[in-house]
């Protein structure tokens, strides 16, 4: 007998049909499954700034949020600042903790696995040498960063070791953060 | 100009079973190899190379046991000395260096355009195999000059790379392979690791692929996967074949020094640049080994063998270092090589059947009614690129050719 027969389907709140027929549609139209994202950061004061997130490009058009959100970045009272809203890295750390719980909610989904509850806490190490300048073999950005997931799902151990693992394969942010990228920064 | 019913391209084990099964129906066909029959086997292979699957699954068409011992693994020179047998044994209608310049449709079937002029004939298969050209990464050509690049086609044996430091690029079984024989040869060795497999030489007293066999892992059709765009991409297995039936895995390779880094992502400044991803990547192969041996567990038990076997075990997770490297300057490096898949060379083929990566658009090996594919990954089943999925492809195939030419040409 198979224990982890579901009598209700899973409901994680993921549209898993929408998903897929998105992927098959998009198999056939690579232009459609282009997609631009973008941010516009204000500095307000100090190293205080905001960023606002509204507009992006993808299925051939332009779209925009339902509503337009906006995030302050700053730094905490040590670093001599006012402290108005996360740091820039906690901000990407938040980034790759939500794109790899999204991961999770949609591979649960797809495979059926109802999720309980899930937390992803996330640290990353960095001296400060590097911003700093003190010594230019210590690079400004994180050594190294730990995920620690806390999942309460019906399924063993292993299958939700395998949602996991796939929420990484999948997850742009993890692969924004693992990869190398090409940056350029212009001035108008 | 020559003209036959059915034109089979490619002398491999794939283009041989076609060529018997068209025989058994009396269908009158040619078959070409730009070089010998089964000349991949015979010059296209490195020194030490042996199957990765044992005897019992390198039958050739008509066959009903392979090379010598069942359990034993060939090396590739013994695979193609039996093809060399199999050749002389079954006298099939064969053109050896003759290769195809161009293939196109002419009336009701197709013209090929070879160095021997040009062949006519109502139905092709494409035989010519999946390994045919490496899939080298694009950042490749940015390499300096100094750095040896080879592929698993043209390494031959550690004997004929430089001294100096080797990264092999690719952990699927050509990758693991070569980095164990260069670590082995007492070279530094450093293997760049992507998404990949592990497997178990033997388990619970058997070969692995016995119990993949038995539980008919290699059996599923294509047209039961769920994703066979995924399941086409699968590497190859990630086995050795040796006459002490070793394991290979990355902590194996790692006990003899290979440094283990992540998947090669780019070159920049003179660097070699690494995904940070490789704790994934073997966490992921561990879960994927461990599914596949539940799987052997419960087929076991749901037959009352438990007793008769030895007991179920699981392995120890694969350790890695939690801070590999994610750049290493090319200085410490003489030689790279990219064990990093192969493509089909299909380039002859002059008709609008591929899909966007060019890639044969096809159905179990269908292109089109006249035009068929084989050996290619998955193309019927998972076994459709071992050696023995080539006579039951060939069979399957075999069937709709005929079908084909029986029914009448359009007025």
Known sequence: ?188 | MYSTTTLIIGAGQCGLAMSFELSKRSIDHLVLDAGRAGENWHSRRWDSLRLLTPNWMNTLAGQVHGPDDPDGFATARQFAAEIDKWVTRHAPPLFTNTSVKSLSRLGEGYIAETNRGPIRCRSVVVATGACARPKIPVFASTLPHRIEQVSPITYRSPLELRSGGVLVVGASASGLQIAQELAWSGRKVTLAVGSHGRLPRTYRGADILQWMHLARVFDEPFTKVDDLERVRRTPSLPLIGSPERDDLNMDILQARGVELVGRMMDIRDGKAQFSGGLCNAVTSADLKMNRLLERIDTWVSDRGFDELVEPPKRFAPTTVSTDPRLTIDLSEFDTVIWATGFNPDHRFVQMPVFDRKGRFQHHGGVVEDGLYVMGLPFLRTSRSVHIDGAPRDAKALARQISGQLSQPLAA
């Open chain 1, 1 to 188: 007998m198979n224990m982890t027969t579901q009598t209700t389907p899973a409901n994680n709140g993921v549209n898993v049909e929408a998903l897929m027929s998105a992927r098959e549609a998009l198999t056939e139209m690579p232009a459609a499954a282009e997609f631009t994202w973008r941010a516009e950061c204000e500095w307000l004061n100090g190293v205080h700034s905001r960023s606002t997130v509204k507009g992006f490009f993808g299925l051939g058009e332009e779209h925009e949020h339902a509503e337009t959100f906006s995030f302050d970045a700053d730094h905490p009272a040590c670093f001599a600042a006012e402290d108005n809203g996360a740091t820039p890295v906690e901000i990407v750390l938040s980034a790759l903790a939500s794109c790899l719980c999204a991961g999770v909610a949609s591979v649960a989904q797809n495979r059926g696995i109802q999720l309980r509850s899930v937390v992803a806490k996330v640290e990353g190490d960095m001296s400060l040498y590097g911003i700093l300048g003190i010594d230019p073999s210590v690079r400004n950005g994180f050594r190294g960063i730990r995920v620690a997931f806390d999942i309460d799902a019906d399924a063993s151990k292993d299958e939700i070791a395998a949602v996991v693992a796939q929420s990484q394969k999948r997850s742009a942010v993890f692969d924004i953060i693992t990869n190398p990228g090409n940056v350029r920064v212009s001035v108008t």
